[in-house]
């Protein structure tokens, strides 16, 4: 069965410092990726997706960055943390299985960033 | 560009109360047309769908239709439950893959 996996569930930064989160899909391949950031008392704003490997399409400029190191591997980073970027972070997957069924996007159980 | 307009939580209703969440939809093509629900500290998982006009979505005593002529995808429940307390979201997927989402609606169903 497809399963996502995104970690770590919490993360406590201080401003200023690195930021990586993975995330990682079971049990398909070549799927298109996607970071999505829930910051407080908005919707679900669409940051990055990767239809394949090395492929990155940036939706928001920011201070953020992705990296599809494998096909079933996609990357969230900074370099240098901003109070800005605390939010609840999504990523989601999905395939051409998926779409013809009209499923739309998996979704991961969410990292929630505090940046201090 | 393609967009999702949803009502302003949150919305407060008695448990066995009837729920409407009013969305409407302006887009290219021909979408298909989600509810994802947000419980607390969770994820976001799939609620129900329609992929063509007048397609009519159901689970879990929640429904939706996709009413092409009005652009809109309204989530019904004819009683909710205490248990269905959730941040709620319209979104729309286009020929071009990218899931587009409403701002999300805080539905609080108290005892």
């Known amino acids: 069965s497809q399963t996502i996996h995104q970690w770590p569930a919490t993360l406590v930064q201080p401003v200023g410092s690195p930021l990586s989160l993975e995330c990682t899909v079971e049990?398909?391949?070549?799927?298109?990726l996607y970071w999505y950031r829930q910051a407080a008392g908005r919707g679900l704003q669409l940051l990055f997706y990767?239809?394949?490997?090395?492929?990155i399409s940036s939706e928001v400029p920011q201070n953020l960055s992705a990296s599809r190191p494998q096909d079933r591997q996609f990357i969230l980073s900074s370099k240098k943390l901003l109070l800005s970027d605390s939010g609840f972070y999504l990523c989601?997957?999905?395939?051409?299985?998926?779409?013809?069924?009209?499923?739309?996007?998996?979704f991961g159980s969410g990292t929630r960033l505090t940046v201090v | 560009g393609n967009s999702v307009t949803q009502m302003e939580g949150p919305v407060t209703l008695s448990e066995e109360a009837f729920l409407t969440i009013n969305c409407t939809y302006t887009?290219?093509?021909?979408?298909?047309l989600f509810w994802y629900v947000q419980y607390p500290g969770e994820g976001l998982q799939l609620l129900l769908k329609a992929t063509k006009a007048d397609d009519k979505g159901s689970n879990k005593g929640f429904e939706a239709t996709y009413r092409k002529e009005t652009t809109s995808f309204h989530l019904e429940k004819g009683s909710v439950q205490v248990s269905d307390s959730a941040v709620y979201f319209c979104?729309?997927?286009?020929?071009?893959?990218?899931?587009?989402f409403g701002t999300g609606t805080r539905l609080l169903v108290s005892p």
């Open positions: 979104a729309l997927i286009t020929g071009f893959q990218k899931l587009v």
């Open positions: 049990g398909t391949s070549n799927p298109n």
């Open positions: 887009a290219t093509g021909y979408p298909s």
């Open positions: 990767s239809v394949g490997i090395g492929q």
């Open positions: 989601a997957w999905t395939d051409s299985p998926s779409r013809d069924r009209g499923f739309g996007y998996t």
